[in-house]
C-alpha cells in the first residue's frame, strides 16, 4: 500500500502563486506515474497532468505554461507549481499514483491522497 498525503494549499489571489505537493509513503517498489487531479462540486474531476513511467511530463491544455510538475526522487515528493493563477483554478487539488504499466499508461491511478484545497480570489 502506498499513502499520499498533500499540502499546501491555500487562499491566493487573481495572479498569485502557490505550490501543492504530495508525499508519498508506505511500501513503495518500483518506479511510480503520478497525477494532479483537481474537482470542483458538482463538476467531473479533471487530470490537470503528471508524470508518466517513462519520464514524461504532461499537462492539460489549460495548465500549460503555467503549472509546472516536479518530483523529488530523494524523498517521494511530488509537487505542482501553480502560477498565474484564476478563479477558474480554485479547486481541491488531489495527487494520485500507480505503479502498474498498464494502468500508468492509461493515467489509471489505484492511490489517492485526501485533496488540499486551493482557493483564487478574483
Known amino acids: 500500500q502506498i499513502q499520499l498525503m498533500e499540502s499546501g494549499g491555500d487562499s491566493v489571489e487573481g495572479g498569485g502563486s502557490l505550490r501543492v505537493s504530495c508525499g508519498a509513503s508506505?511500501?513503495?517498489?518500483?518506479?511510480?506515474?503520478w497525477g494532479w487531479f483537481r474537482q470542483v462540486p458538482g463538476k467531473e474531476r479533471e487530470r490537470v497532468g503528471g508524470?508518466?513511467?517513462?519520464?514524461?511530463?504532461n499537462y492539460v491544455d489549460s495548465v500549460k505554461g503555467r503549472f509546472t510538475i516536479s518530483k523529488d526522487n530523494a524523498t517521494n515528493t511530488l509537487h505542482l507549481e501553480m502560477n498565474k493563477l484564476t478563479p477558474g483554478d480554485t479547486a481541491m487539488y488531489y495527487c494520485?499514483?500507480?505503479?502498474?504499466?498498464?494502468?500508468?499508461?492509461?493515467?489509471?491511478?489505484?492511490?489517492w491522497g485526501q485533496g488540499t484545497q486551493v482557493t483564487v480570489s478574483s
Open positions: 494520485a499514483a500507480d505503479h502498474n504499466y498498464v494502468r500508468c499508461a492509461n493515467h489509471r491511478y489505484n492511490f
Open positions: 508524470i508518466d513511467l517513462d519520464g514524461d511530463i
Open positions: 508506505g511500501y513503495i517498489y518500483g518506479d511510480l506515474c
